[in-house]
């Protein structure tokens, strides 16, 4: 701010938007010329990044500074933006990963994204289910709309990366994911895929009848010497006739101390499924 001739006060920050065709400061001109509607997605403010040359920073640490300057809606807006534009000359610097376990974080979050949609920049909601079925969440179909739609902030119909992103790092259902040791996730991933292989209607739940097959199976493998019967009392505790996804793995992963040094139990799983 300084003062003219006329002693009146002139903003010196203000600039001419020529395609609003009004003085604004440069921050709004900026976010309005990447944004619409007062709200900027996060591949908008990549666009804006790359637009004024912060190439140093690669695709996941700027969608990282998105997710982490995002209100609950998903998007920035003007407020969200400036507070970050304001850092000035310190701009990089705050689209960075913070930490190395920030950045060890993000990417096995990626990673697990890529994994469920195989490969694919959306997931779909029967590609989320499986998801959340494999980390021991069975979801029923109105429970699967609600938390699919709270994902879904774009209502595109599909999960992105940063809305994945930001669901996983705020939702402590699923911390064990990032957190955990890479063999136990692994492990217990592929013990939620072993049921799945016998649950053909993802309902997260067998008949003892169905489980039988899965038990029998277990058994020529070499994995259980249980009669079916203990077996049953162990993973249908409360007699309700249904082993469910989260019963069985809470027993077959009970023992994770004792056999995670047992490679075949891994190799026996991954044989399965190949087959599957």
Wanted: net charge negative; with cysteine; aromatic share 14%.
């Amino acid at each position: 701010v300084i003062w003219s001739s006329t002693s009146q006060l002139v903003r010196t920050d203000m600039n001419y938007d020529t395609k609003g065709g009004r003085t604004a400061a440069l921050s709004q001109i900026v976010f309005d010329q990447f944004s619409a509607g007062g709200k900027m997605t996060c591949k908008q403010f990549q666009h804006m990044c790359k637009d004024k040359g912060f190439e140093d920073v690669d695709e996941d640490e700027v969608t990282a500074a998105f997710v982490r300057m995002s209100n609950d809606s998903g998007f920035i807006g003007y407020k969200e933006f400036i507070s970050w534009w304001q850092l000035q000359d310190e701009r990089q610097r705050g689209l960075m990963f913070r930490t190395e376990e920030e950045r060890q974080s993000v990417e096995k979050i990626k990673q697990s994204f890529f994994v469920g949609t195989g490969g694919s920049d959306m997931m779909d909601k029967n590609a989320f289910q499986v998801k959340c079925y494999l980390a021991g969440y069975c979801l029923g179909e109105e429970e699967l709309q609600e938390a699919f739609n709270l994902l879904d902030t774009d209502s595109s119909g599909f999960i992105d990366f940063p809305e994945y992103l930001k669901w996983r790092q705020q939702d402590n259902r699923f911390a064990y994911l990032v957190d955990a040791n890479e063999d136990r996730v692994e492990y217990l991933n592929q013990v939620g895929g072993f049921f799945r292989a016998f649950d053909h209607s993802l309902r997260g739940r067998l008949t003892l009848e169905q489980f039988r097959p899965l038990y029998d199976s277990l058994v020529e493998q070499g994995e259980v010497s249980e009669s079916f019967e203990n077996v049953i009392k162990e993973v249908n505790a409360d007699q309700d006739g249904y082993v469910s996804l989260n019963a069985f793995v809470k027993w077959y992963a009970g023992t994770w101390e004792e056999t995670c040094e047992d490679a075949p139990h891994l190799e026996r799983l991954e044989d399965f499924l190949a087959a599957s």
